[in-house]
């Protein structure tokens, strides 16, 4: 059964030893950043910080740090993932509309608006300020009617003004630019801490026009439950913790960040714009559900990898993809191995363009294409394979002028303020050449490696996770 709300995956991740409870108060200010900082190196559990600052609600972080824990979201196993994504995917389960839900057990209007009320961190040595790390961003589209819910920082400003980074190419910039062309507001609600298949949904690269809470029904494999805002024309999960009821001004522009990003770098400052709160709902108890931004590791870089993942291979019509790995190092992002059964030469090529061909698959910048004998998770034989199966003047291809990510830092400066993000991107063809004539791979004798599996026991040697 699909998990109803926050509470019930946190009790899962819980009972399963994936989440430590913090009781010790902390500050919001830099201390949880650096306690989560040294949790996610360690590859420790989900935090939840019971006494953060001096808000009475909790904060919970980085409950999906992990492909275990991105699993259980889903209730699953890590090696099922990516076929599950593409079973469930394909048949969409659109939201079902409620009166009501525990999200407006309190509703919150006028003077009473005060985003002090919840713990938010100011996560890294040079932010800008406090920073909303998981913002589910809810816009409609204002001539389709179309929803699309994706995640955007929020750059705390005051008590009722958030800050908002979104590219010109991302949804939520476009229907804001068709609002305004049409002389009307722009509403927008932000929605903090949910069952785990609506963030997974929002941070996935699902091509324009696909209803993401449509597919977090999917991923769930039940409906949403939506319930409409109190003073704008949009429906929100009923059983959010935390709802943000805003509307985005045409002429108010803000200074926003710098902030601590997902590429390890700081997102640069620039004059953005804003959203201005109208009315906060929440459930009695909220959780602030937040992440950790920085250098790899840490969730952004799993939740983004699955997703991309598991697009790409919904969407590559060439056979022969044994497995695809989006490296953590890579951000979860930026660079991709794929490993393939290998057709005739030229092969890794062209599976390399179709990758990059994807929606999925756009944002990318690097991608090496293995053989079908390299585990694409496995960064030593794939260095082997870089090192040994690669001529750089025959296996690399650059690929000019094609869009980015405006939060890479090796962009020049302009592009990353414009958004506009053209960049360059890399294939890497690190199959066998001519693999008829390529040296043989050296192994022990198959007969030997045969008894020593069956006789393992008896060498008494003791091999980590054995």
């Given at each position: 059964m699909a998990y109803r709300d926050l509470r019930a995956f946190l009790h899962r991740l819980e009972a399963e030893g994936e989440l430590a409870r913090v009781k010790a108060g902390v500050a919001l200010e830099y201390e949880v950043g650096a306690i989560c900082r040294k949790t996610l190196d360690a590859r420790g559990p989900a935090l939840l910080f019971e006494k953060a600052g001096d808000s009475a609600f909790p904060l919970a972080t980085d409950l999906l740090a992990s492909r275990r824990r991105m699993a259980l979201a889903l209730e699953t196993e890590p090696s099922e993932l990516i076929r599950?994504?593409?079973?469930?995917?394909?048949?969409?389960?659109?939201?079902?509309?409620?009166?009501?839900?525990?999200?407006?057990?309190?509703?919150?209007?006028?003077?009473?608006?005060?985003?002090?009320?919840?713990?938010?961190?100011?996560?890294n040595a040079l932010d800008g300020g406090p920073f909303i790390t998981l913002a589910i961003h809810i816009s409609k589209d204002p001539e389709t009617g179309e929803y699309n819910a994706a995640v955007y920082r929020s750059h705390v400003h005051d008590r009722r003004t958030l800050g908002i980074a979104a590219a010109p190419y991302r949804h939520i910039s476009q229907h804001r630019a068709k609002a305004l062309a049409r002389?009307?507001?722009?509403?927008?609600?932000?929605?903090?801490?949910?069952?785990?298949?609506?963030?997974?949904?929002?941070?996935?690269?699902?091509?324009?026009?696909?209803?993401?809470?449509?597919?977090?029904?999917?991923?769930?494999?039940?409906?949403?439950?939506?319930?409409?805002?109190?003073?704008?024309?949009?429906?929100?999960?009923?059983?959010?913790?935390?709802?943000?009821?805003?509307?985005?001004?045409?002429?108010?522009?803000?200074?926003?960040?710098?902030?601590?990003?997902?590429?390890?770098?700081?997102?640069?400052?620039?004059r953005r714009p804003v959203l201005q709160i109208k009315a906060i709902t929440h459930r009695h108890g909220a959780i602030h559900q937040?992440?950790?931004?920085?250098?790899?590791?840490?969730?952004?870089?799993?939740?983004?990898?699955?997703?991309?993942?598991?697009?790409?291979?919904?969407?590559?019509?060439?056979?022969?993809?044994?497995?695809?790995?989006?490296?953590?190092?890579?951000?979860?992002a930026f660079n991709a191995v794929v490993s393939i059964q290998k057709r005739f030469e030229g092969y890794g090529k062209m599976m390399g363009m179709a990758v990059l061909g994807t929606w999925g698959g756009r944002l990318m910048k690097n991608v090496t294409v293995v053989d079908e004998d390299i585990d694409p998770y496995n960064p030593t034989e794939v260095e082997w394979a870089l090192a040994t199966r690669v001529q750089p003047h025959r296996d690399v291809e650059i690929i000019k002028e094609v869009t980015g990510i405006h939060l890479d830092p090796s962009l020049p400066l302009h592009e990353r303020l414009t958004g506009h993000s053209r960049t360059s991107k890399m294939i890497i063809d690190a199959t066998r050449h001519d693999a008829k004539e390529f040296e043989i791979v050296c192994s022990p004798e198959k007969g030997a490696v045969e008894k020593v599996e069956r006789e393992w026991a008896k060498y008494g040697i003791r091999l980590p996770g054995g």
């Open positions: 599950e994504w593409g079973v469930r995917t394909a048949q969409p389960i659109h939201p079902t509309i409620v009166s009501t839900g525990p999200c407006k057990e309190n509703i919150l209007k006028g003077d009473d608006v005060d985003l002090f009320r919840f713990p938010i961190p100011v996560w002389g009307e507001p722009f509403p927008v609600a932000i929605v903090l801490g949910v069952d785990p298949s609506i963030l997974i949904s929002s941070v996935s690269p699902f091509p324009f026009g696909v209803d993401e809470l449509a597919m977090a029904g999917a991923l769930r494999e039940e409906p949403l439950e939506l319930v409409a805002c109190e003073t704008i024309p949009l429906y929100v999960p009923a059983h959010a913790e935390i709802v943000l009821e805003c509307e985005m001004p045409p002429d108010v522009l803000h200074d926003e960040g710098p902030f601590g990003e997902f590429t390890g770098y700081y997102g640069i400052e620039n937040a992440s950790y931004e920085g250098k790899p590791p840490q969730e952004t870089n799993v939740l983004q990898a699955v997703s991309i993942e598991g697009e790409i291979l919904k969407y590559v019509s060439l056979p022969g993809i044994k497995a695809i790995n989006v490296t953590e190092g890579g951000c979860g």
